[in-house]
């Protein structure tokens, strides 16, 4: 891990904070200070997404010379630990400050329970498709590897609807369709990954060039000089 800047230490700084805004928000929230757990949720959730991208791009800016260096087991430990473990922890995360959105906008604004499901299942549902949509179609180079951000929002979903499930509630019935909506996507998303991983694999030695080998080269150097 200190041949090449994979995992960074201004990741570990910023992973540090997060940790404190985690820890921040359990004590803000036993002390029922809602709004104000929601900043630091919020916080805690956009600290962790800032490490896995730091963390993604150093793979993406490396991986090739990893693997020509015969690191190819390296490589699938960062992604399966690494970059799978912070996106688990940052979907948690996101799955919360819904929860607490929730909470807020029922009992600070004084706006129906019902109200307030939907209004933060449908934000939920357009984060899902977003991510669905930047995977798939837009970093699949970056996100191809990702996966435990389906299955935190799969058990996050079941979760709700074993202990909520009312077939008379409108946000119960939501909760539902994104449940089978998210299995649908994460059945396509695992086609997708096994067929582009046969079809078009990453770091393979076609596509190792000079320019990510200088890149990794700069930034293997500006590591070494910090310690």
Not at 163 to 173: E, M, V
Request: with cysteine.
């Amino acid at each position: 891990y200190t041949a090449f800047p994979v995992v960074p230490p201004i990741l570990y700084v910023v992973y540090s904070f997060s940790l404190a805004c985690n820890i921040s928000w359990l004590l803000i929230w036993d002390r029922e200070y809602m709004e104000v757990a929601l900043v630091f949720i919020n916080l805690m959730t956009c600290t962790l997404y800032i490490c896995l991208v730091v963390s993604l791009r150093r793979l993406n800016e490396c991986g090739h010379h990893m693997a020509r260096q015969g690191m190819t087991r390296e490589i699938w430990l960062i992604r399966i630990f690494v970059h799978n473990g912070i996106a688990m922890f940052a979907s948690w995360g996101t799955v919360a400050s819904i929860f607490n959105f929730a909470v807020v906008l029922t009992y600070r604004t004084g706006a129906k329970m019902t109200v307030g499901s939907i209004v933060s299942l449908t934000i939920f549902t357009m984060e899902v498709l977003a991510w669905w949509v930047f995977d798939i179609c837009i970093f699949d180079r970056l996100l191809r590897y990702l996966y435990s951000p389906y299955l935190v929002v799969l058990i996050a979903l079941t979760g709700i609807l074993r202990k909520n499930w009312d077939q008379n509630s409108s946000s119960a019935i939501y909760t539902a369709a994104l449940l089978a909506l998210t299995a649908i996507l994460t059945l396509i998303k695992t086609i997708v990954m096994i067929y582009r991983h046969k079809k078009y694999p990453i770091f393979s030695a076609k596509e190792y060039d000079e320019t990510s080998r200088e890149s990794c080269s700069y930034e293997r150097t500006a590591f070494n000089d910090l310690y």
